[in-house]
T-cell receptor, first 119, second 110 residues
Framework: GAVVSQHPSWVICKSGTSVKIECRSL??????MFWYRQFPKQSLMLMAT???????TYEQGVEKDKFLINHASLTLSTLTVTSAHPEDSSFYIC????WGAGRGPDTQYFGPGTRLTVL | AQRVTQPEKLLSVFKGAPVELKCNYS??????LFWYVQYSRQRLQLLLR??SRESIKGFTADLNKGETSFHLKKPFAQEEDSAMYYC????????????FGTGTRLTIIP
């Protein structure tokens, strides 16, 4: 149980285009999801907290107009990278907060990540 | 501000030898500490959390508030333990956000 999927697993786009990444909790509902960014050989950096039915909370230094987050249902959050540039190339990882999914409440379950390459 | 430090980026240990991955944290309140593991080509997954006080796959970790540490230990390393290990901290603010350390890549030498 407690499986989180991401789609696509990788994407290549041209500079200036927008890219949408989906994060789904497959077998549980998640009122809260998180979006992280990971550069090569570095740690996960939290970008924003996505709350179902309300606006996302962004971490300091993350441009909310650049990284649009929509958490329209209890099983889906999307991250849209708008007007992508080469410096946005990175590995984007989402997690969903699970309750009673075998490991107790307050546990983040992670997706497999999406590799974005902007040419 | 909260911070998690994992001083070793790389750690190599012979199979059967003891393993200790270090984690120190900086936080003024009462944090909750976690160890996450990422095996090759797999997603990040929870290994253990300090409040559970459990042993998972032979690993244990004890929260030492005096030393602000949460080191991960295993008495006898196995080849399947080779992976990337991240220490993470959750504040007691109730927002469930995690702060991750930079990770330690553990390699078990056969």
């Amino acid at each position: 149980g407690a499986v989180v999927s991401q789609h696509p697993s990788w994407v290549i786009c041209k500079s200036g285009t927008s890219v949408k990444i989906e994060c789904r909790s497959l077998d549980f509902q998640a009122t809260t999801m998180f979006w992280y960014r990971q550069f090569p050989k570095q740690s996960l950096m939290l970008m924003a907290t996505s709350n179902e039915g309300s606006k996302a909370t962004y971490e300091q230094g993350v441009e909310k107009d650049k990284f649009l987050i929509n958490h329209a249902s209890l099983t889906l959050s999307t991250l849209t990278v708008t007007s992508a540039h080469p410096e946005d190339s990175s590995f984007y990882i989402c997690s969903a907060l699970g309750w009673g999914a075998g490991r107790g409440p307050d546990t983040q379950y992670f997706g497999p990540g999406t590799r974005l390459t902007v040419l | 501000a909260q911070r998690v430090t994992q001083p070793e980026k790389l750690l190599s240990v012979f199979k059967g030898a003891p393993v200790e991955l270090k984690c120190n944290y900086s936080y003024s309140g009462s944090p909750e500490l976690f160890w996450y593991v990422q095996y090759s080509r797999q997603r990040l997954q929870l290994l253990l959390r300090h409040i559970s006080r459990e042993s998972i796959k032979g690993f244990t970790a004890d929260l030492n508030k005096g030393e602000t540490s949460f080191h991960l230990k295993k008495p006898f390393a196995q080849e399947e333990d080779s992976a990337m290990y991240y220490c993470a901290l959750k504040s007691n603010f109730g927002n469930e956000k995690l702060t991750f350390g930079t990770g330690t890549r553990l390699t078990i030498i056969p």
